[in-house]
């Protein structure tokens, strides 16, 4: 239907189709090249009776969301860089917790201050180990705009599943650029309620005794059943402890929830795979660019293809083997200093070597780079 | 009343120190919110790191034990998302005024309805005793062997400055009048902060030479005055107790209840 065809910034796809998902609650505070997230919002959400608030720093805004997700909401932070360094101990708080929510980074070049206006693709493994301590995560990416507005649904719907902090990964390209969105129709993309509990006052709940499924079903602040919050280590009444096999349990079970169900919550795109014998691997705004060279060598005979990941955390390892298994050459086509490609050489093993097409100067990689390296590999020079 | 109806005896003994002022104020509060007939289930409290932080495991309201700091932004998250819930906040002096400072001060310019409790023992106690930033200069800590050189914050007067709308300020001597503080700022419809001068015999007052526990509750009563009292003009030394505070301004989660109805047109 026409209604739904826009014309909008990656970061408003993100903001749109986190209200697709039932965003009640959203804390932010400005950065580049995020702003426009938390922009729509603060026009969206009170317009639907919701709560948009910007918070005094990153850290605060990453601490009432979940606070807010406590009080039974679906609820959303976003950021950048230098925000996503900020979050990380409030982040960590939400894997302890076991709090569902989303948090955004449409990254930008670092360390530091770093290239605030430019593309980059660095924070690929703060978002795997950023916080401190052994933990496991999820973190989801796009390259067009129709996969920010279905991740970021995506986000909100393993959030609530698996009890668990959902990072979105976009990069500064993707955030910017304007395209095509096609909202989907309600129910198009099913959404996942949060899992509540049905004991009734009076019988004892547990907030951290999972089911046999591995659940938890959580009770709202407000209803009748009050317990405990902490990051310390904490029995099933979310009470503090250090009894060993009782830290061993919890730290096994919030990894295990995610580990275990990696091909559950494994989005990806695979174009030309089949008979590929060059395989490159890539996500986000690098995507494209893969995307657009496969398209020409393949206009030339080449027998190339592209695995497109969207979810990057936890790293989809099966996949990778199953895809790379007949390639003679695999690269990995990515804005930083080959942080994907670790977690493509752990996965392949020693069987294969895996090349790094890069780009870290804060310009787009293009298919020109791409090609431009893929035949110093193939050893056809420039 | 029957003060065990508050609280989570599952999880006692408490971990505070023998002669610890902390419990003094969890009296104080459990009778507070009792007095004013409150449902346990409309009660939250947040906290964040530190001795006094762990008073919100041990009542049986809702409660949020979170970071270092950061326990009014969780607040601000859970009170903004459901203002029908009265929202707590115990806070020691470091986790109040040094890493959550700046939390501190904005939650105060929103005045958005939370009570913030910030237990001043002058140190800090669970980490085992440094200098925090309501020592004051003279004091000893473990990080302070040579004496403390950083001035202090006054909390009534940063509190006050910050915009809160009840601020107030009392000891752990003065057990009638801090439950009835505590019950006046719950009652209040803004951002209040009570300010309860409690004692670490442990720490503050093994480094400080200030005696047992018994000693250090008799020094609040001989170094506080009542607000306005004459005493306090022939020796500022004194410190004041009462209420400095208590206006009527537009509360943030009826304002952003305004916003909404000017957003959706109704």
Redesign the interface.
């Known amino acids: 239907m026409a209604k739904n065809i826009t014309f909008v910034q990656g970061n408003e796809a993100c903001a749109l189709g986190a209200m697709y998902a039932g965003l009640d609650f959203y804390a932010g505070y400005p950065i580049t090249p995020s702003t426009e997230i938390a922009e729509t919002l603060a026009a969206m959400l009170p317009a639907a009776g919701k709560k948009f608030i910007q918070m005094e720093d990153e850290i605060s805004s990453m601490c009432a969301i979940i606070g807010a997700s406590l009080t039974g909401n679906k609820v959303m932070t976003a950021t950048s860089g230098p925000g996503f360094s900020l979050k990380q101990e409030a982040l960590g708080y939400a894997v302890m917790a076991e709090i569902p929510c989303v948090v955004a980074n449409v990254q930008r070049g670092g360390p530091s201050t770093g290239n605030p206006t430019h593309v980059s693709q660095g924070d690929v493994n703060q978002a795997r180990w950023g916080t401190h301590g052994d933990h496991s995560i999820v973190a989801l990416s796009a390259s067009n705009h129709q996969d920010v507005f279905r991740m970021t649904v995506e986000a909100f719907n393993i959030a609530e599943t698996y009890r668990t902090p959902v990072i979105l990964l976009f990069d500064e390209v993707v955030g910017h650029m304007r395209e095509k969105l096609v909202i989907p129709e309600e129910g198009e993309i099913p959404l996942v309620a949060r899992l509540r509990t049905s004991l009734k006052e009076g019988v004892n709940y547990h907030p951290y005794l999972p089911r046999e499924d591995g659940r938890l079903p959580m009770s709202d602040f407000g209803d009748v059943h009050r317990f405990n919050v902490t990051g310390l280590y904490h029995d099933m009444w979310g009470f503090p402890t250090d009894k060993p096999e009782l830290v061993q349990e919890l730290l096994r079970h919030q990894i295990n929830k995610i580990e275990n169900n990696v091909h559950k919550m494994t989005f990806y795109k695979s174009y030309f795979l089949e008979d590929a014998r060059t395989v490159l691997i890539s996500y986000g705004a690098s995507a494209r660019s893969a995307l657009s060279t496969v398209k020409q060598r393949r206009n030339r005979g080449e027998s190339i293809g592209l695995l497109e990941l969207n979810t990057i955390w936890p790293f989809p390892a099966d996949l990778v083997r199953e895809c790379t298994e007949n390639a003679e050459l695999i690269a990995v086509v990515e804005m930083n200093v080959g942080q994907l490609t670790q977690a493509v050489r752990l996965a392949v093993g020693d069987r294969k070597q895996v090349h790094l097409i890069n780009r870290v100067d804060g310009q787009m990689i293009n298919d020109k780079d791409i090609k431009n390296i893929l035949r110093l590999l193939q050893g056809r020079g420039i | 009343m029957d003060v065990k109806h508050y609280l989570?005896e599952?999880?006692f003994p408490h971990m505070w120190c023998p002669g610890c002022g902390h419990g003094i104020v969890l009296n104080s509060l459990v009778r507070a919110v009792d007095s004013l007939k409150i449902k346990?289930?409309?009660m939250?409290m947040?906290s964040g790191i530190g001795c006094s932080s762990r008073i919100?495991?041990y009542v049986?309201?809702?409660?949020?034990?979170?970071?270092h700091g950061?326990a009014?932004?969780?607040?601000?998250?859970?009170?903004?998302?459901?203002p029908?819930?009265n929202v707590i906040v115990p806070m020691g002096d470091g986790d109040a005024m040094a890493i959550g400072g700046?939390?501190f001060i904005?939650a105060a310019r929103r005045n958005i309805n939370i009570t913030a409790l910030v237990m001043n023992n002058k140190t800090y106690g669970m980490t085992g005793g440094q200098y925090s930033p309501l020592s004051g200069i003279g004091a000893k800590a473990t990080t302070a062997p040579y004496n403390n050189i950083d001035r202090e914050f006054d909390t009534v007067e940063l509190a006050t400055g910050a915009g809160a709308t009840f601020v107030a300020r009392t000891t752990v001597y003065h057990v009638k009048q801090l439950q009835s503080f505590i019950k006046q700022a719950i009652s209040h419809n803004g951002f209040s902060v009570l300010e309860v001068l409690t004692q670490c015999p442990t720490y503050y007052g093994r480094k400080n030479k200030k005696g047992s526990a018994v000693n250090m509750i008799q020094a609040y009563k001989d170094m506080t005055v009542p607000v306005g009292s004459e005493k306090k003009k022939e020796n500022p030394e004194l410190i004041e107790r009462g209420i400095f505070v208590d206006s009527d301004l537009p509360e943030y989660c009826e304002a952003?209840a305004e916003?909404?109805e000017r957003?959706?047109g109704r």
């Open positions: 989570r599952r999880f346990k289930q409309d939250v947040v919100s495991g049986d309201f809702h409660s949020l034990h979170t970071l950061r009014l932004a969780f607040a601000t998250g859970v009170k903004l998302s459901k029908s819930l700046n939390h904005h952003y916003m909404v957003a959706t």
